[in-house]
């Protein structure tokens, strides 16, 4: 975080329904369509301590090919990777490796969350559960460190809940993340934790 700014990017292929669970997330009308190159959004949020508003911008990316090259222009600064792909699509995992496979030489620079995309679909499902934590296996063997959450369109509590955890645990960090102690983790047991791995990959 800088400047009192936290920023999301967001990426994934064309069609896993990244921009409309943002609308939905900020309860704003969503009336579809692809997005083209990159859109941002942002929003304050009050602090408790008499410091000024966080200012949370979300960079929202066009999934198609073609936009792919422009991450690493954007990708710059970020505090949170959101990566989609679509339980419906199986294309959309393999294309979401291949994301992280472009930007695996800057991936401790940012905390990455993958999110699959479109759960209300059950009966379209095609990613198992096995496909994904294959997936996620073979990314921590290239020494990716993700969280990994579901979602749709008419239910995002854990999307939500993650931006919560994101959201209220970087405002209150002063020093850089590698470093900071501090008690925003959810998990009530541990009494200090670095917000990079306790706080993401802690117990829901």
Not at 27 to 37: E, Q, S
Not at 84 to 89: A, G, I, K, L
Not at 111 to 120: A, E, M, P, Q, Y
Not at 154 to 159: G, P, R
Request: net charge positive; hydrophobic share 35%.
């Amino acid at each position: 975080m800088k400047n009192g700014n936290i920023k999301m990017l967001f990426l994934g292929s064309a069609g896993t329904g990244k921009t409309s669970i943002i609308y939905r997330y900020r309860n704003k009308a969503y009336n579809g369509g692809p997005t083209v190159g990159i859109q941002m959004s942002s929003h304050c949020v009050t602090n408790d301590n008499g410091k000024p508003p966080t200012m949370v911008k979300l960079w929202d990316m066009a999934g198609a090919r073609y936009w792919w090259t422009w991450i690493e222009h954007y990708i710059n600064g970020v505090d949170i990777l959101f990566i989609f792909y679509d339980v419906t699509d199986k294309k959309t995992l393999e294309e979401a490796g291949e994301i992280m496979d472009g930007i695996n030489n800057i991936k401790e620079k940012f905390r990455t969350i993958l999110v699959g995309n479109k759960s209300d679909l059950e009966s379209k499902r095609v990613i198992s559960v096995f496909d994904i934590n294959n997936f996620i296996g073979i990314q921590r063997s290239k020494g990716w460190q993700l969280r990994h959450i579901e979602c749709s369109l008419y239910n995002i509590t854990a999307f939500r809940k993650i931006m919560d955890r994101v959201i209220n645990g970087m405002k209150n960090i002063n020093v850089p993340r590698e470093i900071v102690t501090t008690g925003f983790n959810l998990d009530k047991s541990r009494k200090e934790s670095s917000w990079g791995l306790d706080f993401l990959w802690g117990q829901s």
